[in-house]
């Protein structure tokens, strides 16, 4: 799995460490969707982008960039494709840019082309490295810095947060299941020759604690929650195919308005309803 790709992954799913990481609230991450957006008529597409919902209080678009290698072509790049966006959303109310990098050497050397754009508030940088002891950092920060700690340590470190996690009065706006499940994620990542099982193991999931009350009720309600968010997004992929296949490109504010959704029996019947109508303006009005 590519390093870029992880990340996607625990943004996807807990867009609140997202927030944090560029200074913002955690507690608006209700308000936001991460995806992938297609840029049309054009070969680009944008990885990384935490998008406003419609009734969120701040409208501003997030673009995030992950880059664990040395990339001299990184700000033409993100600002490029950053820029091609709002050309082609021009009613964007504001935007702002988080460049993520293990530490501040993989950064790429000062641009007077996009220095202005990197020396204001516009862009946020995160090294990794710089953000602190894992033990001294709040659980959702602790979780990022995980992602590049050495395997010799990273082992006790997610124990340690585990423990953390399942003891926390508060966990930032995450539910203990989002946590720890984050938590296993990263180290199946990072330990990739491991199998699922075997990471467990070294995280003491022991039988022990497998029969425990509070473990039982952390794995259903990630894995309920996993089989919910799966189910709704299969749905919505399978909407836009369905529009696309009859009617051709579909609008982006309706791929935006599905994003809003998550019940899975609205879904279906929208589903249903893409297969039946007579033109994209229908299958909008019935959207509304």
């Avoid at 340590?153 to 299941?177: K, M, V």
């Avoid at 467990?200 to 022990?208: N, P, R, S, V």
Wanted: zero cysteines; hydrophobic letters at 40%.
């Amino acid at each position: 799995m590519k390093t870029d790709t992880i990340f996607y992954a625990i943004f996807q799913s807990t867009p609140a460490i997202l927030l944090e990481l560029a200074g913002r609230s955690p507690q608006t991450a209700s308000q936001y969707n991460f995806r992938s957006i297609e840029l049309k008529q054009t070969a680009f597409r944008i990885d990384g982008v935490l998008l406003p919902q419609p009734n969120a209080s701040d409208q501003t678009v997030l673009f995030t960039e992950v880059q664990f290698q040395p990339d001299s072509e990184l700000y033409h790049r993100f600002f490029g494709e950053l820029f091609l966006y709002l050309r082609q959303y021009p009613n964007t109310a504001d935007w702002q840019g988080i460049l993520i990098y293990p530490q501040r050497s993989i950064q790429p050397p000062p641009s007077p082309l996009y220095q202005v754009l990197l020396d204001s508030a516009k862009v946020v940088p995160v090294y990794l490295d710089e953000l602190g002891e894992i033990s001294q950092l709040p659980l959702s920060l602790s979780v990022m810095r995980l992602i590049i700690e050495p395997e010799q340590t990273a082992p006790e470190q997610a124990r340690s947060l585990i423990r953390r996690a399942s003891q926390a009065e508060s966990t930032d706006g995450l539910s203990q299941a989002t946590l720890i499940q984050t938590i296993s994620t990263i180290m199946v990542y990072k330990f990739s020759r491991l199998s699922r099982e075997e990471v467990e193991t070294m995280l003491g999931f022991a039988k022990e604690l497998r029969q425990t009350r509070y473990f039982q009720e952390v794995r259903e309600e990630g894995l309920a929650e996993g089989l919910a968010e799966g189910l709704a997004e299969g749905l919505k992929e399978s909407i836009v195919e369905v529009l696309s296949a009859r009617f051709g490109t579909v609008p982006e504010t309706i791929v935006q308005q599905l994003d809003t959704l998550t019940d899975a029996v609205a879904l279906k019947g929208l589903l249903r309803q893409a297969i039946a109508v007579a033109s994209i303006v229908e299958f909008a009005q019935q959207l509304n």
